[in-house]
């Protein structure tokens, strides 16, 4: 409504305008005046992604299943009732694709992931479809690029009619061999093989060095392209959040570690948030958190406090966020018997 009654104010202040010769110069200034700023648009997709959770250790296994997680229709509506707003989808794309040129990807797979695009939109929820542990490229990337960007190409046209509630994340947690300036070289041409068919697409990209905060001031964006997401992941202090995790060598000897959330320890985050939010305004970029987490093996009081800590920290910081992850075993959702962690899902209520 509000938006109609301007509408016709500025045509009726246009045929006064127009009336006085100066038509081609009103056109110009209300031009000017209605492009909403680079800071307003970074808000805009930040309030867009909003509060999201990975649906985390299915897709992103070499077979769905073998990681324990198989999703189901009911975890995208268990998502939309508790109030998120996007679900990223670690995918592992490069297990379901052929080895040679066009690396065509497998049909029954194209399926899977469209039903997952299906359940996102049938349940209002924004996904992002997240490249996701590609082992070989980080190791080998020059052997691995031409087959990277050949996934993404075929991705890219799959889903290029897709509403703009569908978003690509280039890939996760670059490390390894693919430091920032080969990251830096490989993002831009992922780009370039992505915006053909996709130019206004959101597309997401965190930094090399396992997309820490600490790496973004090596990140290099397209600075002509204006539909990108600069994301983030946070699981600091490590010897806290992935006590007993198996894949951290020596994750057995900070077992018993908590999480106070002292003076110093809030300082931490909010000085490492504060990096993020000058990275983002500095380059007129959308941030995202799009991981953060704590294993099973902490204590839930120390858990709470952290997730809790942490998500409002990244709000008040002027990011979206994503939770690392719904069912396995950084979950917030206990998928036996079908229920939230109250503890957990309540620390993530804004
Ligand atoms: C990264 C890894 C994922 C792991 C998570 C927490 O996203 O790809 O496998 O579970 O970080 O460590």
Same mark, same amino acid.
Do not use: H, M, V
């Given at each position: 409504m509000k938006r109609l009654l301007f509408m016709r104010s500025c045509s009726r202040l246009l045929v006064r305008l127009g009336l006085l010769g100066l038509i081609g110069t009103a056109r110009i200034t209300l031009a000017a005046t209605t492009t909403p700023s680079p800071e307003a648009e970074s808000e805009a997709t930040v309030r867009l992604l909003g509060h999201g959770i990975n649906l985390a250790n299915?897709?992103?296994?070499?077979?769905?299943?073998? %990681? @324990?997680v198989t999703l189901r229709d009911s975890y995208f509506l268990a998502v939309q009732q508790a109030g998120f707003t996007t679900v990223r989808v670690p995918i592992r794309w490069s297990a379901h694709?052929?080895?040679?040129?066009?690396?065509a990807i497998d049909p029954a797979f194209w399926l899977r992931i469209d039903w997952v695009v299906a359940e996102a939109k049938k349940h209002h929820l924004q996904v992002i479809l997240d490249f996701q542990n590609y082992d070989e490229l980080y190791l080998e990337p020059e052997k691995h690029e031409d087959r990277f960007l050949g996934i993404w190409r075929e991705v890219a046209e799959h889903y290029r009619?897709?509403?703009?509630s569908v978003l690509f994340e280039l890939l996760n947690e670059p490390h390894k061999q693919l430091d920032a300036e080969k990251w830096n070289a490989l993002l831009a041409k992922a780009l370039g093989v992505i915006r053909?068919?996709?130019?206004?697409r959101l597309i997401v990209v965190g930094p090399a060095? %396992?997309?820490?905060?600490?790496?973004?001031?090596l990140l290099v964006l397209p600075?002509?392209?204006?539909f990108l997401v600069a994301s983030v992941h946070y699981y600091d202090p490590m010897t806290f959040t992935h006590q007993?995790?198996? %894949?951290?060598?020596?994750?057995l000897d900070w077992l018993g570690t908590e999480w106070l959330g002292t003076p110093a320890d809030r300082q931490v985050v909010d000085r490492d948030f504060d990096q993020a939010r000058n990275w983002g305004s500095e380059h007129h970029r959308p941030m995202l958190l799009g991981e953060f987490g704590t294993y099973e093996k902490a204590d839930m009081d120390s858990r709470q406090r952290w997730t809790n800590y942490v998500a409002r920290s990244a709000e008040a910081h002027g990011m979206a966020w994503a939770y690392w992850?719904?069912?396995?075993?950084? @979950?917030?959702?206990?998928s036996s018997i079908d229920a939230w962690r109250q503890p957990l899902i309540e620390a993530l209520k804004p």
């Open positions: 299915a897709l992103e296994a070499p077979r769905e299943g073998q %990681w @324990g694709a052929a080895i040679t040129a066009p690396y009619t897709e509403p703009s053909p068919t996709n130019p206004q060095s %396992w997309n820490k905060i600490s790496a973004l001031p600075t002509e392209d204006r007993g995790a198996p %894949w951290e060598k020596t994750s992850e719904f069912c396995a075993s950084f @979950g917030a959702y206990d």
